[in-house]
């Protein structure tokens, strides 16, 4: 995966094989991400890649990251729903997505349109994590293994990555980790299970892109 932020505005999050080719969804919104990186850093946020993409945060904590699709670019924040957006400009990402939230561009000039709109979203989001607070998550599909939560601490982001899978693809991966007693057993199924969730993947499919 890509290492730099540098490296993704030329290349790509290089998690398919359409990374560093002309078909990748950076070519298209190269401008927008640039710009969208020098509102971030201007807000003060400390520049960071994971899982392949441009992700920001404050004290160690993600707070949002930014990334290409196919028909837009997109900053999105890991805790979403705790902010105000008087102006309505966030959206969930999917049907089963909780805590984060997305704002979509389809032209770079909108970036530069909402420049201090998008600073006013991006400080109240650094707030919110310094302040701690904690999205409340449903728990209507556990009960999570004692080992899956300890995971959620260790890795930003997964936490949200598995709640916004499926229903159906959550309860086959808790069953999956729950069918052994060893505890080492369990840790080692949720650890080789841990690029699938962050990659969107059910327990026995392949990660389809679009």
Same mark, same amino acid.
């Given at each position: ?10 290349? =790509? ?74 102006? =309505? ?34 400080? %109240? ?10 999205? %409340? ?53 949720? %650890? ?19």
């Amino acid at each position: 995966m890509t290492k730099t932020v540098d490296q993704y505005l030329l290349d =790509g999050c290089m998690r398919c094989k359409l990374g560093g080719t002309p078909a990748c969804k950076v070519n298209d919104w190269r401008e927008g991400l640039i710009a969208l990186r020098k509102i971030v850093l201007e807000c003060g946020l400390v520049e960071e890649v994971k899982w392949g993409v441009p992700c920001y945060t404050v004290d160690g904590k993600n707070v949002l990251v930014i990334s290409a699709f196919k028909s837009f670019c997109s900053i999105s924040f890991f805790k979403g729903t705790l902010l105000k957006d008087d102006a =309505g400009l966030l959206q969930a990402a999917g049907e089963n997505t909780q805590a984060a939230r997305l704002i979509k561009f389809t032209a770079t000039n909108q970036i530069f349109e909402q420049e201090n709109l998008l600073k006013s979203y991006i400080l %109240e989001a650094v707030r919110i994590e310094q302040a701690g607070l904690k999205v %409340e998550f449903r728990k209507d599909i556990g009960p999570f293994p004692d080992e899956l939560l300890q995971k959620f601490d260790e890795y930003p982001g997964l936490e949200e990555a598995f709640r916004a899978l499926t229903p159906g693809r959550q309860r086959e991966y808790l069953l999956f980790f729950s069918q052994t007693q060893k505890v080492a057993t369990r840790i080692g199924r949720i %650890e080789k299970c841990i690029a699938k969730i962050l990659n969107g993947e059910g327990l026995n499919e392949q990660y389809k892109r679009k």
